[in-house]
C-alpha cells in the first residue's frame, strides 16, 4: 500500500530563516507531487505541483520554492521566512491521469516569529 | 486559478440539524471530489461525482452533481458531533495534473 511521510511536523522559525520541508511517498512510481499551504482556519492553496523529476509548476508568486530530486522526494524551501509564510503546509501525492484521488501527508505546522 | 467557489463558509448547527455546502464552477468540470478535514488533521477523501446529475449516499451523507456539471452539493442529514470538521470539495484544472480545492465549509454541531 501507498504512504505518504511529511516532516518535520511542527516548527517555528523566524523570520528570515531558510525553510525546509520535505516530503516522500511510498508504494507508488511516477506520481504527481503536490504541496499545498492553509492558513489558520482557510482553505488549501496549491502552492506548487510536480509530473516528473526535476518538474516544477508554481501556482503563486512567493518567497517559496520547490524541487524534486528523486520521483519520490519533494521538497519544499525559502531562503528567507515571512511573517505571510505561517500556515499549515501539506504534502499530497496522486496518480497520473483524470479523476484519480489525491492523498494528504500529516502536515506541517510553520509559524514565523 | 481556483476552479471551483464553496459557500459558505461557516455553519453552525444543533445536533440533529441538517448541513448543506455548495461547490460551483464557472466552467464544465470532468469531476468532482469531496473531502473532510477534521480539525487539526488533513483532508480525506469522501467521494468523486463523474455524471452529470448523479447522486451518490454514504449513510448520513448525499452528494449532488448538477445537471451541468458546473456544481455539487453534499448534504448532511440530522448532524452528529462528529461531523465536525471542514468539506472541502476538489476538481481537477484544464491541466489534470493541477488539483484545486474549493474554499471549504468549516462545520461546527453544537451537543
Given at each position: 500500500?501507498?504512504?505518504?511521510?511529511?516532516?518535520?511536523?511542527?516548527?517555528?522559525?523566524?523570520?528570515?530563516?531558510?525553510?525546509?520541508?520535505?516530503?516522500?511517498?511510498?508504494g507508488t512510481s511516477n506520481p504527481n507531487l503536490y504541496w499545498y499551504r492553509q492558513a489558520a482556519g482557510r482553505g488549501?492553496?496549491?502552492?506548487?505541483?510536480?509530473?516528473?523529476?526535476?518538474?516544477?509548476?508554481?501556482?503563486?508568486?512567493?518567497?517559496?520554492?520547490?524541487?524534486?530530486?528523486?520521483?519520490?522526494?519533494?521538497?519544499?524551501?525559502?531562503?528567507?521566512?515571512?511573517?505571510?509564510?505561517?500556515?499549515?503546509?501539506?504534502?499530497?501525492?496522486?496518480?497520473?491521469?483524470?479523476?484519480?484521488?489525491?492523498?494528504?501527508?500529516?502536515?506541517?505546522?510553520?509559524?514565523?516569529? | 486559478?481556483?476552479?471551483?467557489?464553496?459557500?459558505?463558509?461557516?455553519?453552525?448547527?444543533?445536533?440533529?440539524?441538517?448541513?448543506?455546502?455548495?461547490?460551483?464552477?464557472?466552467?464544465?468540470?470532468?469531476?468532482?471530489?469531496?473531502?473532510?478535514?477534521?480539525?487539526?488533521?488533513?483532508?480525506?477523501?469522501?467521494?468523486?461525482?463523474?455524471?452529470?446529475?448523479?447522486?451518490?449516499?454514504?449513510?448520513?451523507?448525499?452528494?449532488?452533481?448538477?445537471?451541468?456539471?458546473?456544481?455539487?452539493?453534499?448534504?448532511?442529514?440530522?448532524?452528529?458531533?462528529?461531523?465536525?470538521?471542514?468539506?472541502?470539495?476538489?476538481?481537477?484544472?484544464?491541466?489534470?495534473?493541477?488539483?484545486?480545492?474549493?474554499?471549504?465549509?468549516?462545520?461546527?454541531?453544537?451537543?
Amino acid at each position: 500500500s501507498q504512504t505518504i511521510h511529511q516532516w518535520p511536523a511542527t516548527l517555528v522559525q523566524p523570520v528570515g530563516s531558510p525553510l525546509s520541508l520535505e516530503c516522500t511517498v511510498e508504494g507508488t512510481s511516477n506520481p504527481n507531487l503536490y504541496w499545498y499551504r492553509q492558513a489558520a482556519g482557510r482553505g488549501l492553496q496549491l502552492l506548487f505541483y510536480s509530473v516528473g523529476i526535476g518538474q516544477i509548476s508554481s501556482e503563486v508568486p512567493q518567497n517559496l520554492s520547490a524541487s524534486r530530486p528523486q520521483d519520490r522526494q519533494f521538497i519544499l524551501s525559502s531562503k528567507k521566512l515571512l511573517l505571510s509564510d505561517s500556515g499549515f503546509y501539506l504534502c499530497a501525492w496522486r496518480e497520473k491521469d483524470t479523476g484519480n484521488t489525491i492523498y494528504f501527508g500529516e502536515g506541517s505546522w510553520l509559524t514565523v516569529v | 486559478g481556483q476552479q471551483v467557489m464553496q459557500i459558505p463558509q461557516y455553519q453552525h448547527v444543533q445536533e440533529g440539524e441538517d448541513f448543506t455546502t455548495y461547490c460551483n464552477s464557472s466552467t464544465t468540470l470532468s469531476n468532482i471530489q469531496w473531502y473532510k478535514q477534521r480539525p487539526g488533521g488533513h483532508p480525506v477523501f469522501l467521494i468523486q461525482l463523474v455524471k452529470s446529475g448523479e447522486v451518490k449516499k454514504q449513510k448520513r451523507l448525499t452528494f449532488q452533481f448538477g445537471e451541468a456539471k458546473k456544481n455539487s452539493s453534499l448534504h448532511i442529514t440530522a448532524t452528529q458531533t462528529t461531523d465536525v470538521g471542514t468539506y472541502f470539495c476538489a476538481s481537477e484544472g484544464y491541466n489534470f495534473n493541477k488539483f484545486y480545492f474549493g474554499s471549504g465549509t468549516k462545520l461546527n454541531v453544537k451537543p
